[in-house]
């Protein structure tokens, strides 16, 4: 098994996955320079190229990404409070803008652990 290159960040934001022509909820739970993870009852299977649109319905503007799934996770419904189903997908095409809130994610990790208590 190949180990991540790259940190991930934790970042919870909602999303819509992009498949052929079905658009599937989702929500972001952790992200990076290459990749991230999408809770989402999509179907897509590893190889399948998915667009990402970060964001809500109510922004003017979603960031969109072009990703390939690498793995999927199915969990039954009966687990889905439990244990987290979805996608990890390795990034082919993020805009800068991507890269802005991922900035955004690593700055609030640093903060995070150098919190006093």
Do not use: N
Request: aromatic share 6%; hydrophobic share 40%; glycine share 6%.
């Amino acid at each position: 098994m190949r180990s991540r290159v790259d940190p991930r960040f934790k970042k919870r934001m909602s999303c819509r996955l992009k498949q052929e022509q079905r658009t599937y909820a989702g929500m972001v739970l952790d992200v990076s320079r290459t990749g991230l993870f999408v809770q989402t009852s999509a179907g897509a299977k590893p190889g399948d190229e998915v667009e990402v649109l970060l964001g809500s319905r109510e922004q003017a503007a979603p960031v969109a990404l072009t990703a390939e799934v690498v793995w999927q996770r199915k969990v039954p419904p009966q687990l889905r409070v439990v244990v987290e189903g979805g996608v990890g997908l390795k990034i082919r095409y993020a805009p800068e803008l991507y890269y802005a809130l991922l900035a955004d994610a690593a700055q609030a990790a640093k903060t995070r652990r150098h919190r006093v208590v």
